[in-house]
């Protein structure tokens, strides 16, 4: 799987359950082969489903913690480090490059949370490549985040990946842990409307909001978000995205992955890959 030596690709993960950290399956595996194949960024922005605060910020500091925004799950995933470096001068590049649009530089306040180095821990081990992360305003409508995805595409020509992290589909009130790769066909058919339009015309995405499917894959729109970035980006000029895995868990949760500026891309269909914890948390912001 090629992408462009010019130009960084985009990719936005769905990434499941924050077990997937620690886990080996078809999509871990699918995410591993990703950073192996691709050319190595100069850094990592991810957009990630799990800093939806009321603003726009990305964060600056050298050396960003590992957040662990999640209860329930084992001692070792609570353990866990992805100690990748920060770096402030690419975040003040991100907040020239975005202007007019008003984005912060977080210096001391957040970090890592699971939505990044879950994926991050497989597509770079090593922690080495430097990672920045950038809020989802939940003040703004949605076509802001789109119209922001637009503005980050420049930094693709500057060795800057983008990586996007949420779910198409993500309802974990209607999660049934006996369907552990298993897909209620509303999830099914709002994955496959997704991919649909993504193949025919990105910007239009948020026409998807009317499909009668929306509201019960799309509960809360924190996991749908991270992928208008990359619509957004699309519809800057690359035209289609590319679907790289699909896979669907615990009835209600789309694994689906795609890619811009990903050439020939395979899609891995992913089957029994779905990681169930012990405990399911009760609250929608865990997973």
């Known amino acids: 799987m090629m992408a462009s030596?010019?130009?960084?690709?985009?990719?936005?993960?769905?990434?499941?359950?924050?077990?997937?950290?620690?886990?080996?399956?078809?999509?871990?595996?699918a995410w591993g082969a990703l950073g192996r194949a691709l050319p190595r960024p100069r850094a990592v922005l991810c957009v990630s489903a799990h800093w939806y605060i009321g603003a726009s910020a990305v964060t600056a500091m050298r050396?960003?913690?590992t957040i662990h925004d999640f209860y329930g799950f084992t001692r070792e995933l609570n353990e866990f480090q992805y100690p990748a470096p920060g770096d402030p001068d690419i975040a003040s590049e991100i907040v020239e490059a975005v202007k007019p649009t008003w984005v912060g530089l977080d210096n001391d306040q957040w970090g890592l949370d699971h939505g990044t180095w879950s994926v991050l821990a497989h597509l770079y081990p090593e922690a080495d490549v430097p990672v920045l992360q950038l809020s989802i305003n939940a003040l703004k409508?949605?076509?802001?985040?789109?119209?922001?995805?637009?503005?980050?595409?420049?930094?693709?020509d500057s060795g800057v990946m983008v990586v996007a992290s949420g779910n198409v589909v993500h309802n974990l009130r209607m999660m049934q842990r006996h369907l552990p790769d298993g897909a209620f066909d509303w999830n099914e058919r709002f994955d496959r409307a997704v991919e649909e339009q993504l193949?025919?015309?990105?910007?239009?995405?948020?026409?998807?909001?009317?499909?009668?499917d929306y509201d019960k894959a799309v509960p809360t729109p924190?996991?749908?978000?991270?992928?208008?970035?990359l619509a957004g980006m699309a519809r800057a000029g690359e035209g289609a995205l590319n679907p790289l895995v699909h896979g669907f868990a615990m009835g209600s949760l789309s694994m689906t992955c795609y890619g811009l500026g990903v050439e020939a891309a395979r899609t891995i269909e992913a089957e029994g890959a779905a990681t169930v914890p012990d405990r399911v948390p009760a609250d929608q912001s865990n997973i």
């Open 5 to 29: 030596s010019t130009r960084m690709p985009a990719l936005f993960i769905g990434h499941g359950s924050p077990m997937n950290t620690l886990e080996e399956n078809d999509f871990t595996r």
């Open 63 to 65: 050396s960003p913690r």
């Open 141 to 156: 409508p949605m076509d802001y985040h789109l119209n922001l995805g637009a503005q980050l595409d420049a930094l693709r």
């Open 199 to 212: 193949a025919e015309d990105p910007g239009a995405i948020l026409q998807l909001m009317d499909h009668g």
């Open 222 to 229: 924190d996991h749908f978000i991270p992928l208008l970035y």
